[in-house]
Nanobody
């Protein structure tokens, strides 16, 4: 059974940084394709960043230039480095993964349709 476990969420001041990590276990597929999504209170889930099997990364415009997604295939881990955090980044952050070759299109709103498994989430709160 596949499990995704996120960690790294915290409460920080605006302008601060956090690194989220997602450990994937039980995956039948070694080449990681996955990403991070977030959902703020009272709002719909939105895509943040994804990484394809070939290492290509894509970002939502709201975080481009501030967030960096990376993966460690050997450790089956996906990271999200978040810099210059803003109060608008406050949300529950979810890790997701797909267990096949993947290719994300240019529309972040469609990225979640490729994912096969999701974590339980880790809370990020940015105080002004």
């Amino acid at each position: 059974q596949v499990h995704l476990v996120e960690s790294g969420g915290d409460s920080v001041q605006a302008g601060g940084s956090l690194t989220l990590s997602c450990v994937i276990s039980g995956s039948p597929y070694r080449r990681i394709c996955g990403g991070w999504f977030r959902q703020a209170a009272g709002k719909e889930r939105e895509a943040v960043a994804v990484v394809q099997n070939n290492g290509r990364t894509l970002y939502d415009e709201a975080v481009k230039g501030r967030f960096t997604i990376s993966r460690d295939t050997a450790k089956a881990t996906i990271h999200l480095q978040m810099n210059n955090l803003e109060p608008e980044d406050t949300a529950m952050y979810y890790c997701a993964a797909a267990f096949a070759e993947c290719s994300f299109g240019s529309r972040p709103s469609a990225w979640h349709t490729i994912m096969n498994a999701w974590g339980q989430g880790t809370q990020v709160t940015v105080n002004s």
